[in-house]
């Protein structure tokens, strides 16, 4: 049943080989000088073109520094590795490259005004409070791009999934506000890039083992399969680990959100017109918008009515909107 998929999933006639996947997502194998050239200018050019990006809040160009970012490479070359059980220095990059983002970002920072709210900017807003959906999209990408690298028909989508994936722009956001002194925003940013980093992996390890190459690499070693199977799985349990805490974090802030709307909803009850049009959670803050004809409740009854629903120490803002709701009728009625 297992070799049946395998096969559907990847015809032998489009199956590339284990020494072709490691030429081209390994830095450390083959022209290396070349390889690591190409790396660090592209890492650099995308991380300026996404810091542009991130500062003018244009979508456009914040996605065309995710075509060219080079970033998936060796988050890539990390899951090979790890099912091949052998050092690749894949981490080492990816870590050095974090770095180097993160400093593009803080240096870009300075070009802001010193009193520039970060959150009214929605490249950072939404990329400091990552979701459940965020981790869903990202382990979804990362299988889609480990089907496509050991595939040899369907290169061409693979701009598309650098697109899907976040990686350089939370880096550049976490650089940026860490140079305005955001702590909180930047964790949240750092969140989003580490929640889609182990999906990466996690999802290139599955698919690469299941496709046999583990089981290549180990034949030509000449290393027992039972041991191999017994270090996959403590390869998985390494990632699926801190992948599942931030599952699990991501649920319990859906579910304070939820618990939050309804507090407020409550809390506008007895105003008439009033709602609240969404609660949003950025970094460790509750943004709760609502839109009022006139003054708005006491907010203390507000956070009376949160106690107990929260934990406690979670700031709380309350953004108003002036106006009134206006039933129209139906166009040609």
């Not at 450390?28 to 500062?55: E, H, P, Q, Y």
């Not at 599942?244 to 809390?267: C, E, M, P, S, Y």
């Amino acid at each position: 049943m297992i070799s049946k998929v395998r096969a559907r999933v990847l015809p032998a006639a489009q199956r590339r080989s284990l020494d072709e996947l490691t030429q081209d997502l390994i830095l450390s194998a083959g022209d290396t000088t070349s390889k690591r050239s190409a790396f660090w200018t592209m890492l650099t050019l995308s991380a300026v073109i996404a810091a542009g990006g991130v500062l003018t809040d244009s979508t456009a160009t914040v996605i065309g520094a995710m075509i060219i970012a080079p970033l998936s490479t060796p988050i890539m070359g990390i899951a090979l590795g790890s099912v091949q059980r052998r050092r690749t220095g894949s981490a080492v990059v990816v870590l050095l490259a974090c770095l180097l983002v993160i400093a593009v970002g803080m240096v870009i920072s300075v070009a802001l005004p010193r009193d520039y709210d970060l959150l009214s900017n929605s490249q950072i807003s939404s990329r400091t409070s990552p979701g459940l959906m965020d981790l869903i999209a990202a382990l979804a990408t990362g299988l889609a791009g480990a089907v496509a690298l050991a595939r040899r028909d369907v290169a061409a989508v693979l701009p598309g999934v650098a697109i899907a994936i976040s990686l350089v722009p939370p880096l550049v956001v976490a650089g940026v506000c860490l140079g305005k002194l955001s702590g909180w925003l930047a964790l949240g940013a750092l969140a989003l890039f580490v929640s889609n980093l182990f999906a990466l992996v996690f999802a290139g390890m599955v698919v690469f083992a299941s496709l046999g190459y583990a089981a290549e690499a180990d034949r030509a070693a000449g290393r027992p399969a039972g041991r191999a199977t017994a270090a996959m799985a403590l390869l998985f349990v390494v990632v699926l680990v801190p992948l599942t805490a931030n599952t699990v974090a991501t649920l319990l802030l859906n579910v304070w959100t939820g618990r939050t709307k309804d507090a407020a909803q409550q809390w506008l009850a007895d105003e008439p017109d009033a709602s609240v049009t969404s609660v949003d959670a950025n970094s460790r803050t509750l943004y709760v918008h609502v839109r009022v004809p006139g003054e708005l409740p006491p907010v203390q009854s507000l956070l009376d009515r949160l106690e107990g629903r929260i934990p406690d120490g979670i700031p709380v803002v309350v953004d108003a909107s002036r106006g009134r709701r206006i039933d129209a009728g139906e166009v040609g009625g």
